[in-house]
Every structure is written in C-alpha cells, then in structure tokens.
C-alpha cells in the first residue's frame, strides 16, 4: 500500500534539454500507472519490484543498463520543516533516474509546488539530464532541513543562555534532547551525502560542467558544516555541564569538610558532657552550663580562625549571586 487517500494521477513535463520528468502519484503498487510505467519503460521493473519492500526507509541503488547506462533508483526519507513553526512531518517519496526520464512517485504536495514554482521550471529547463533534475529535486528538499536548522539553532541558543544564567539540574535533560534532535537531523542528511557520491559513481566526470550538480554539492557541504559545528557546539555544552557539576560536587564536599571540623570541638565536648558519669567537671555548679558553651564556642571559632589563617576556607563559605555561572 502506498498513499491509501491519495489522488492518483501523473504529470508529464518536457523539458528543453529533451528529457522528461514523470511525477506520479499512486494509492497502491498494482496500479495501471506503475504497470504503465513497467511497460514503457523496462528499466524501471527492478526498482518497482524492489520498492514495496522500502517503506520507511532510506535505499538508493547505482547499475548500469548493459553495463553502460547508468540508472540511480531508491527511496527517500525526508523531513517537511516549516519555517514559521515546529511543525515538522515525515515522508518518503520513490524515484527513478536514467538517461531518459526522471520519475518521481508520490512527491509530498509542498515540495510539488515548490518545483512547479517559475524559477524551479526555469532551472529544470536548463538541465540537460534527469539527474541535473533529481539533483534541482534534492536541493529543493534540503531548503526544509535548513529550515530545520534554523529553529534548531534558536533552541540550542536559548539552552546555552540557560546555563550561563541558571545551571539548572534540568539542563542536561535540554542538552540530551538537541543531542537526540540532532542526531536525527544527520540520519536524515546521510542520503543526501549518499546521492552525490552516486551520482559521481554513475556520471563520472559528466557533472564537471553541471551547475544543478554544483548547486547541490554546495548545500550539501553547507549542511556538512552546520551539522559539525552544532555537534561540536553540543560536546562543548557536555563537556561544561560535566565541569560545572564536578566542581559543585567538589564545592560540597569542601564545604561539608570544612563544617565537620569547625564543629569538631562542640562534637568532642558534648561527647564528654554527655557520659553518664557523676563526677564531670563543673556539672554541680549554677555556673556550669555557661561555662561549657562558652568554651565550646571558643574552640569552635578558634578552629575556624585557625583554618582561616591557613587559607584553607577560601571563599567557600560565602554566598554567591544567583546570576553567576556556577
């Protein structure tokens, strides 16, 4: 089953540099329109046997019709981006690519448009081969991922804001979630990557000259960098999470220390004063219980003053500004 609701239907467009381009769409894989499409042209009955099998995944195949011809055939899996919102869905169209003919089957509704817009047209009629025409298709498709990547970046901006500002517990929870978001991203970007290496192994040095060729393997490469660079923006985010919280855990551990000991003497003494024994010091006299405070809060303040002219309190015990960055 392919699109069950789908109207189905094809498009034929001629295009000037003598080649044409099928769009097709269609509800199930016994349709005339694919037998059509078997019978006039017998390149396409692998991918058609094949293609039932790919739903929900990426495939792209390169041979060579009599060892000569190239033919570059698969399935796509591609993300519709939004540009005003989050709204992103998931689809998958099927294409065909020869010497002849480039055909497309079931192109989501936003992208036909957009390559039936004037300055696509304009472009398809000056390539010269289909896959000059697959390769206006794919960059067309990859202006969503851009998209993608711009509200991807405004999310990643406001996590770094977040831990300069606050360093919530919460953070790597946000941190991990880009991570995951961009991981998908890239899998999705692979068969892109794929299909230019394909098109190299199918063309050889025919794409020298082709600009649609060259547009592609530029928004590509743009992609390649963008995706390295927020991976390495989000390592970076790892990296100061893991720092921020060993040097608090460290902060802690200092600080707990450092009240265990400057309570030490009250410890001791009430350790001492607390024995079940009747013949401790000053405990039958009005005067006693004052006397034991205030030599426990003598001893105490002595042991953080003499910790304190050792250097070894710091600046631990003093309260920080909620608007530092740890």
Not at 135 to 147: G, M
Not at 287 to 312: D, E, H, N, P
Request: net charge negative; glycine share 6%.
């Amino acid at each position: 089953m392919l699109e069950p609701h789908m109207k189905e239907g094809q498009d034929i467009y001629s295009l000037a540099g003598g080649w044409e381009w099928h769009d097709i769409r269609a509800r199930k894989w016994d349709s005339p329109l694919l037998g059509e499409l078997r019978t006039r042209y017998p390149a396409t009955e692998d991918w058609l046997d094949k293609a039932p099998s790919l739903l929900d995944r990426n495939y792209l195949s390169v041979r060579f019709e009599e060892g000569v011809e190239p033919v570059i055939a698969g399935a796509l899996l591609y993300r519709v981006t939004s540009e005003d919102t989050d709204k992103r869905e998931l689809k998958q169209f099927y294409f065909h690519v020869d010497r002849h003919v480039l055909i497309t089957l079931n192109l989501d509704e936003g992208t036909r448009r957009t390559m039936l817009e004037a300055d696509r047209i304009s472009m398809l009629h000056q390539c010269q081969r289909p896959i000059d025409g697959m390769c206006v298709l794919a960059r067309a498709i990859l202006h969503y991922y851009h998209a993608g990547m711009d509200r991807f970046e405004v999310n990643l901006r406001a996590v770094e804001e977040d831990m300069r500002t606050r360093n919530r517990r919460t953070l790597m929870d946000q941190i991990l979630t880009a991570r995951y978001e961009l991981l998908d991203w890239s899998n999705l970007f692979i068969p892109f990557q794929e299909f230019i290496a394909a098109a190299k192994e199918g063309y050889h040095d025919e794409l020298e000259q082709s600009r649609p060729f060259h547009h592609l393997l530029y928004r590509v490469e743009r992609m390649e960098k963008l995706l390295r660079h927020y991976e390495r923006e989000i390592e970076a985010l790892v990296s100061i999470d893991d720092a921020i919280s060993g040097f608090r855990g460290n902060e802690i551990m200092k600080t707990l220390t450092i009240m265990t000991v400057i309570f030490t003497p009250a410890t001791v003494v009430g350790a001492i004063w607390g024995m079940n024994f009747e013949n401790l010091p000053v405990i039958h006299v009005g005067w006693g219980f004052a006397s034991v405070m205030i030599f426990t809060l003598l001893c105490t303040a002595g042991t953080y003053l003499w910790m304190r002219a050792k250097g070894w309190t710091g600046d631990l015990l003093k309260v920080k500004s909620k608007n530092k960055n740890i």
